[in-house]
Each structure stands twice: as C-alpha cells, then as structure tokens.
Nanobody
Framework: QVQLVESGGGLVQAGGSLRLSCAASGRTFAGYYWAWFRQALGKDREFVAAVKWIGGSTYYQDYRDSAKGRFTISRDNAKNTVYLQMNSLKPEDTAIYYC???????????????WGRGTQVTVSS
C-alpha cells in the first residue's frame, strides 16, 4: 500500500521557518516527480513547489511566484523523502500542505498519482 506521510507542520510566527517532510513507502518511486501543494480554508488547492531529478546530483526545482526565494524543495532518494524548507513565513502561507507524487511534469493537481494526507501550517501575525 502506497503511503505518503507528511510531518513538520505547526504554528509559527510571521518571519519564522518550518521544514516539512514527506516520507514515501509502498512502492518504487523511480520516475516520479515530487511536489508540494497547499490548500487554505475556503480556497482551492494550489501548487507550491516541485522537484525533478535531471541526473547525477542535479535537480530542477519549480516554485509558485510567492514561494520563490523563501521556500526550497529537496529530495533524498535513498530515504524516499521529500522536504520543503519554508523561511520568512507569512500569514498568507497558512494552509494544509500536501505532498504529491506524479509521473507527469509539470506536476499539476489533476495528474497527481499519490497524495499525502496533509500537515497544517499556521502562521500568526
């Protein structure tokens, strides 16, 4: 059974940092792209960041505009884990953050193969 389990969410003050983790299990994820999405209360789920392995130790990352310069997505293939380092957090970053695995690039919500259950991030002003 495939599982994506997120952790690392919580309550943080504006300007603070959090590091989200997503541990994957249940199958081989070779050929999958990894992403983070988020969904704020009353809003649609939106793309945050994605990472694509190019070869060797080279990865390509993609970010929504509001995350550029503040968020960093990375993956550890040996651990089947993907991370989202979030710095300079703002109240508008408050949402449930979901890990996603997809065989399609770019990673879009409608083509995600596996979703995690999400982890709550709350940023207070």
């Amino acid at each position: 059974q495939v599982q994506l389990v997120e952790s690392g969410g919580g309550l943080v003050q504006a300007g603070g940092s959090l590091r989200l983790s997503c541990a994957a299990s249940g199958r081989t994820f070779a050929g999958y792209y990894w992403a983070w999405f988020r969904q704020a209360l009353g809003k649609d789920r939106e793309f945050v960041a994605a990472v694509k392995w190019i070869g060797g130790s080279t990865y390509y990352q993609d970010y929504r505009d509001s995350a550029k310069g503040r968020f960093t997505i990375s993956r550890d293939n040996a651990k089947n884990t993907v991370y989202l380092q979030m710095n300079s957090l703002k109240p508008e970053d408050t949402a449930i953050y979901y890990c996603a695995a997809s065989t399609g690039w770019p990673v879009v919500a409608g083509r995600v193969d596996y979703w995690g259950r999400g982890t709550q991030v709350t940023v207070s002003s």
